[in-house]
C-alpha cells in the first residue's frame, strides 16, 4: 500500500470540495484529508477514482460511500474525543477509520463475512484501533451498551428499538431510513427523560440493510 504525493494532493482537492458541500467542522476535514482512502477500495483499477465524491463497490454487493456522505453522518453525530461510538456496517472500514481518527472508541459490526475478514487485517495494518464484530447489527453490541453515539451505514426499513435502548441519555443516533432508492437521513437525539427527539436531514442512497430474522417487527 502506497500513499504517493499525488494521492495527497487529490486528497486535498476533496477537502476543498466537502467544505464547498457544506461539511464545516475542521476535524472531520482534518481525517479526511489524512485517510488513504485508495486503500479502503479493493479493485486496484479505481484507486485513480478515488478522491472523486463517489461511492465505489467494495464486493459482496456492498460499496464505500462517498466521502461526503461520510463526512455529512459524522457531523450529525456531534463527535468528541472519546465518545463510545456504535457502528453498524463497518464495510471496507473507511467511516470507522474517520471516526477513529477523531478520537472516537469505536465499535463495528460487520454481517458480510467476506467483508469482515477482508477489512479487520486492513484496519489493523494501518493501525486504526477499533473493535470489530462479526454479526447482526440490528442487535447492536448490548454486551457493551450504552453508547454516546450510534451511526448506522446502510438503508433501514425502521429503526431498531434495540439500538435506541442501546443509546446513552444525551446520545446520538444518526440513520438512514426507507426501503425505495432513497432513504431519509435522520438524527435521533435520546433525552434524559428517556423520550427522543428526531430530525429529518435530506435524501440519501444507501444499499439496504440484508433481509433477515431482525427486521421482523
Do not use: C, W
Not at 476533496?14 to 476535514?29: A, M, N, P, Q, T
Not at 472500514?93 to 459490526?109: D, M, N, R, T
Not at 454479526?135 to 438503508?155: E, M, N, V
Request: aromatic residues 10%; glycine residues 8%.
Amino acid at each position: 500500500m502506497i500513499d504517493t504525493y499525488r494521492h495527497k494532493g487529490q486528497r486535498k482537492k476533496l477537502v476543498e470540495v466537502l467544505r464547498k458541500k457544506g461539511i464545516s467542522d475542521e476535524k472531520i476535514l482534518n481525517a479526511i484529508n489524512e485517510l488513504p482512502r485508495h486503500f479502503f477500495i479493493p479493485d486496484s483499477a479505481l484507486h485513480q477514482y478515488a478522491y472523486e465524491d463517489q461511492a465505489f463497490p467494495i464486493g459482496a454487493g456492498q460499496t464505500i460511500s462517498q466521502p461526503y456522505t461520510v463526512a455529512f453522518q459524522t457531523q450529525l453525530l456531534e463527535i468528541s474525543k472519546g465518545d463510545k461510538v456504535l457502528e453498524i456496517g463497518t464495510g471496507s472500514g473507511y467511516q470507522a477509520a474517520v471516526l477513529f481518527k477523531l478520537g472516537a472508541k469505536v465499535f463495528s459490526i460487520e454481517r458480510q463475512k467476506a467483508l469482515f475478514d477482508k477489512t479487520k487485517p486492513l484496519l489493523e495494518k494501518m493501525g486504526i484501533k477499533i473493535k470489530m464484530f462479526f454479526g447482526d447489527g440490528y442487535k447492536g453490541l448490548p454486551a457493551f451498551a450504552p453508547f454516546d453515539k450510534i451511526l448506522i451505514t446502510a438503508a433501514a426499513p425502521y429503526i431498531p428499538q434495540d439500538l435506541l435502548d442501546q443509546l446513552k441519555p444525551g446520545g446520538i443516533l444518526v440513520i438512514p431510513v426507507g426501503e425505495g432508492e432513497t432513504q431519509v437521513m435522520k438524527k435521533i437525539i435520546k433525552k434524559a427523560d428517556g423520550t427522543f427527539e428526531e430530525k429529518d436531514y435530506g435524501l440519501f442512497k444507501f444499499v439496504p440493510m440484508l433481509k433477515n430474522k431482525a427486521f421482523e417487527k
